[in-house]
């Protein structure tokens, strides 16, 4: 698996099909690969990706991984902090971003009314 990315001139994107669920995630969340591929098990690779949460949908858990992520809020509204019941948490609107290191912990999430994510995900260079 090559390391770099793809070389992709500005395109419009078809938002109407390539969404998958991520392995782990709950219905409802799905991802849409932009560029690049990330290599878990190999520890290496990037990625850009589009991630969607239906309305009303949460995960109960926080997440961890050991990758670095960048996170960007298009649209819509992501609540970050709620219990496994979907309560409680803090509401963040669009224009918000996270920079997360490996091992960090975070979420669970839930969006009330449907939100919009554009995510980095990469391991350090060795």
Known sequence: MA???EHKEFHT?????????PPGY?????????????????KRGTRSRLLRFAPGVFTTAPFVHDY????YLVA??????NDAQGNGGTSFPPNTYA????GAYHGPF?????CMLFELHYYDPV
Do not use: M, Y
Not at 13 to 21: A, I, P, R
Not at 76 to 81: F, K, N, P, T
């Open 26 to 42: 709950p219905p409802g969340i799905q991802q849409k690969i932009l560029a690049g591929a990330l290599d878990e098990t190999g």
């Open 68 to 71: 670095w992520e960048e996170v």
């Open 13 to 21: 994107l078809d938002l109407s099909t390539g969404w998958e669920v």
């Open 3 to 5: 390391v770099n990315k």
């Open 110 to 114: 839930k969006s009330v009314n449907g």
């Open 99 to 102: 920079c997360r290191p490996p």
């Open 76 to 81: 819509g509204d992501l609540i970050v902090g």
